[in-house]
């Protein structure tokens, strides 16, 4: 039998056992300990052994028990006893360092249910060792803080707080719920708060009053999109408040109709515009009411933010009043959030990050059934190959030019003050000092080993990857 079939060093198999679902593999160290943990005595003798059970990486779809003969030895020096320490092994559970590591992987693109099936443990036990996997995943990792900062909301479960990064279409972090305490938590602990010069949100209170109490020195600034989709709302109340003085002939070819309503009327083709004009002169107040949702969009083409408020004032006193109260809901919003909404036409929101969230919220509700929010948190943020990285490095400068310079001497072999190393030791222990380098060829920057930055889980692979089932 392979003594190398589990691929542990510091383990030898002694024996397998295997069934149609199990392997049970007996194992004992390959190392005796060479001192006493105790006092540090490196005189030991044996005193009985016992057998622990733990569980390792699933193979060929069998479970996998590992049988280690552990041995136990008393101190000659102080007399007390100890058992070995048994290397590769989780500190918290009964399972191998590698188990525990594959686990907490796996939770991140599968339910818990199917790897305590598979590894042959409790759900309980991969939750904990999920969320052990977790917090250290949130130790290592760091993601940039952004300069833009996107806080807007998407479901998960229920609505939820999504931190994004704006200029580099990522998400950075996901928030429990979407209540103030939660975001000025989480930006009060945010490293770098400081750097943070716009914040795009959409008109949710809550995270204005956060935003302003921790960061006062970003500028809130209202998405376009969130804005004029109201006029879209707006017209809709006109359109459904029409609906009962319709046959129910009229209103089936409204309702077929509304998606000529909603479109831009540059976008109309002939069909439509006919369509559209049949309408708007049959029933005047739905075409007052498309009126207005027209012009108002066309307030997103001025340039300036004075130029945009005096279009809106103007457009806030052509409403007839029959349709008044339709569009009261655009100017109470204009109303409480007039800077942030005109702060758009001096730092405009991209179009690639409004798009890509939305398609990320449409694809959401493929994931969700059968994990916690802490679970779906973790494959957003967490999954592998998810991450947008940049180095950060220098501009690129070309080298100095060389002057004539001797041929490089190139190193054949080790030097001669290597020949006492023992193969089987540590090469970073025994490798002695080598002599000064002759001048390499290809010389090193400290610049460009700068560390690399991490942005957070990019948006589009994201969706990509829901969509293929891979999250
Ligand atoms: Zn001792």
Redesign the pocket.
Known sequence: MPANILNLPCYKVLGIQENEHDYHIEVETTEVPAA?P????SSLVGFGRREQMVKDLPRHGRRVGLYIDTRRYQ?R????TFYEALPEMDEKRLMTKRLAQWMGKQAIKRTFSSIAEEVGCTEFTVRAVFNDYVSDLKKTIRFETPKWMGIDEIHLIKPRGVIANIQNNTIVELLPNRNKDTVVRFLHYLDGKDRIQYVAMDMWTPYRDAVRAVIPQAEIVVDKFHVVRMANDAMERVRKSLRESLTPKQRRGLMHDRFVLLKRERDLNDKERLNLEGWTKNYPELGEAYRLKEQFFGIYDAESPDEAQAKFIQWQNSIPSEITDAFADIERAWGNWTMPILNYFNHPVTNAYTESLNSLIRVMNRLGRGYSFEALRAKILFAEGVHKHKLSRPKFERKERRQAEPEPVMMYGLPGNFKNFEMGDSFARMAPKPAPEPKPYIQKSTESEKQEKNYGADISTLIRMIENGEL
Do not use: I, V
Not at 77 to 80: E, I, S, T
């Open positions: 006493c105790h006092c540090q005595s101190c020096g102080c007399g007390k």
